[in-house]
């Protein structure tokens, strides 16, 4: 069992940056892959970034060249770096753990971009 929390989200104006954080208790950390999903109202929960048990990452096209994922396996930690932010990046942003056909989600963080 893996429970996942997620901290990092607020208010932040267009062009500026957040660092979300998702702490995970439980052992085996290291060997899930870790993501960030988001959803925004009225539409479908999406694919962030992603990050392998290796250290391979991907991103959505949207978001490419200005987030970055991260972890620190030491810590029990997956990052998101956001820059860059623009108002279609406003949605509730939610950590997930994956291994094999088991994962685990947070309960989510609200990240809202607007002047």
């Known amino acids: 069992q893996v429970q996942l929390v997620e901290s990092g989200g607020g208010l932040v104006q267009p062009g500026g940056s957040l660092r979300l954080s998702c702490a995970a208790s439980g052992s085996s950390f290291g060997n899930y892959a870790m993501a960030w999903y988001r959803q925004a109202p009225g539409k479908q929960r999406e694919l962030v970034a992603r990050i392998t048990s290796s250290g391979h990452t991907n991103y959505a096209d949207s978001v490419q060249g200005r987030f970055t994922i991260s972890r620190d396996n030491a810590r029990n930690t997956v990052y998101l770096q956001m820059n860059s932010l623009q108002p279609e990046d406003t949605a509730v942003y939610y950590c997930?753990?994956?291994?094999?056909?088991?994962?685990?989600w947070g309960q989510g963080t609200q990240v809202t971009v607007s002047s």
């Open positions: 997930n753990a994956l291994r094999f056909i088991v994962d685990y």
